[in-house]
């Protein structure tokens, strides 16, 4: 219970708040790049898809270092730790999406806010303590 507070303050920060806006930013951008590559340049749906989240995971990590967490870290000790806090973060959102909906029977619209919210807490305190830090 101890860290119910701590986690409590941590979210009602600037930081987490600027954080949920990257991520509406970097939404954009992947699903531009998404839709411009398909319907724009006729590239397969399956290689956009993965286009677009590669941008929208670049755009987040960018402007997360830069303008969040105003990291001045070495990008190439960050970048592969804030992609293995991501797929650590989606593997946990898939993870509960999963349970909810097949083991707790509960509507996916359910499983989707409660996985979605799982995920961007995780992905904040990963970013926040494991990513974004000040290494000596």
Do not use: D, Q
């Not at 730790?81 to 909906?101: C, E, H, M, Q, T």
């Not at 990963?126 to 974004?132: A, D, E, G, L, T």
């Amino acid at each position: 219970m101890f860290l119910l507070p701590k986690i409590r303050n941590l979210i009602s920060s600037n930081t987490f708040i600027k954080f949920c806006l990257i991520g509406v930013i970097n939404g954009v951008v992947g699903f531009s790049i998404i839709l411009a590559l398909i319907y724009l340049i006729n590239v397969n749906y399956l290689v956009s898809n993965l286009a677009g989240y590669i941008c929208g995971l670049m755009t987040s990590f960018l402007l997360n270092k830069y303008v969040n967490f105003k990291s001045e870290g070495n990008v190439k000790v960050e970048l592969p730790i804030f992609i293995g806090s991501f797929l650590i973060a989606y593997s946990i959102n898939a993870l509960v999406l999963y349970s909810i909906v097949e083991l707790l029977h509960e509507s996916k619209i359910i499983g989707l806010i409660v996985a979605s919210a799982t995920y961007t807490v995780l992905f904040y305190l990963s970013s926040r303590f494991f990513v974004f830090i000040k290494r000596h």
